[in-house]
């Protein structure tokens, strides 16, 4: 017999301040600014904030830790190491 999954649907935050409701904001990443100062634009980025907020909810972690996980995972699936340089052997960096 199949097992389902059910999840409740909640949507994505679409604006500045729907972010800083849905605890996507820190001291290292403050939205403040664009709450007080009336920024009309649709907030951050839908597709990071679904994986943050994916990330912040399955690992029960802040944002700050979520947005660094999200990061690495981004990073791994490009090739790219933890410290910003390229995994492909074939790099060469002149200083």
Known sequence: MPTFNFY????????????AEAGLHSANFDV???????????GLDAVGKKEVLRVMKKRSVGFDEARRIVMEERFRREGIAADGRPRDPKFVSFS
């Open 32 to 42: 403040t600014d664009n709450i007080t100062g009336g920024d009309e634009r649709a």
């Open 8 to 19: 409740r649907y909640a949507p994505v935050p679409t604006s500045f301040r729907d972010d």
